[in-house]
């Protein structure tokens, strides 16, 4: 059988126990608290990843005025920056589908 812990003195009570045998106090029934998941966490996350794919996008390529100190490949600006903004277009589509309700 499973066990609780009373929330006024430790011990430890069976799961049916209304009353805690030590210190004679109701123990309050456990609570279900269902969280409702809008999709905000996803777009937000989606829209981050755009934005930095962007801006890394517009400093490694290589018609940029500001300098950088250290070469990039040709792989990054061809593969990697096109991959994570679209990994971020997918979390925003993913985030506006569970916002609407659709997922």
Sequence with gaps: MARRQCAYCGTFVDEGVKQCPDCREMIPEKIQVQTVRRGGAELRRGLIYMLLASVLYYLAS?????????????????????LLFLSGLGFAIFGVARRFGIV
Excluded at 69 to 81: D, E, G, K, M, R
């Design 62 to 82: 290589p018609q940029t005025t500001i300098p950088i100190p250290f070469p990039i490949p040709s792989a990054v600006t061809s593969y990697l920056l096109p």
